[in-house]
């Protein structure tokens, strides 16, 4: 079966270090986002792309950054951990079509310490 | 202002019972989604009912259905006969489609409703 797949579930890190948040999916869609979810704000999109080599900034973009260099894959990464980037990351994939969902990973917990 | 307005934090419901779960949305685009998503305590995401800004119907998916009033620009869901697992966070979502016809396929969550059911 087909899945989107997020790696580490749980990390800890320290504030100033780079952090890279892993996200693989099987569904072969061009289009992958990256969120975060946080109590009283729902989920905000952080990037976005629509194929191989195409990122897009989203709503809460400062201070990450993605790479698309295949189909599968959009590693999110922190450049510099900061505690406000403390946070629950989800990566969702889906087709370029208007009516289909979005399909989720299981979330990242981040803690920066 | 928010694109999607989700009014309730938390509401409880008696097992059984029916329940509406409010979602109102702005937009200045002709065509548009609307999407359900439930997330559990287990924290994963479970898309529940899509309904298109071109339906005629209301969209309907097992218990859950999907209040449509366009000219409100309302998207409430409402979940019949209530059960202990329908326990969750529920969020609205929207995804716009510009006129120009230019891809855009992110969604735009509200900030959710936490549903407690009452055995």
């Known amino acids: 079966d087909a899945e989107i797949t997020q790696s580490p579930r749980h990390k800890i890190t320290e504030t100033g270090r780079q952090v890279t948040l892993a996200c693989h999916q099987t569904w072969n869609h061009n289009n992958m986002f990256w969120y975060r979810q946080d109590l009283g704000h729902g989920l905000r999109l952080i990037h976005y792309s629509y194929g191989v080599q195409d990122t897009n900034k989203g709503e809460v973009s400062d201070g990450y950054s993605v790479s698309r260099s295949n189909t599968e894959d959009l590693p999110l990464t922190l450049e510099s951990a900061a505690s406000s980037q403390t946070s629950v990351y989800f990566c969702?994939?889906?087709?370029?079509?208007?009516?289909?969902?979005?399909?989720f990973g299981q979330g990242t917990r981040l803690t920066v310490v | 202002a928010q694109k999607i307005t989700q009014t309730q934090p938390g509401m409880f419901v008696q097992e059984k019972e029916a329940v509406t779960l409010d979602c109102t949305y702005d937009?200045?685009?002709?065509?548009?989604?609307l999407f359900w998503y439930k997330q559990p305590s287990s924290g994963e995401m479970i898309f529940l009912i899509y309904q298109g800004s071109y339906d005629q119907q209301n969209a309907t998916e097992g218990r859950y259905s999907l209040n449509f009033q366009k000219a409100r620009k309302s998207a409430n869901l409402v979940i019949s006969a209530s059960q202990l697992g329908d326990s969750a966070m529920y969020f609205c979502?929207?995804?716009?489609?510009?006129?120009?016809?230019?891809?855009?396929?992110?969604?735009?969550f509200g900030k959710g409703t936490k549903l407690s059911v009452i055995p």
């Open positions: 969702a994939s889906s087709e370029s079509s208007s009516n289909t969902e979005a399909f």
């Open positions: 937009t200045s685009d002709p065509s548009y989604g």
């Open positions: 979502a929207m995804r716009e489609l510009p006129y120009s016809g230019a891809g855009s396929y992110q969604l735009t």
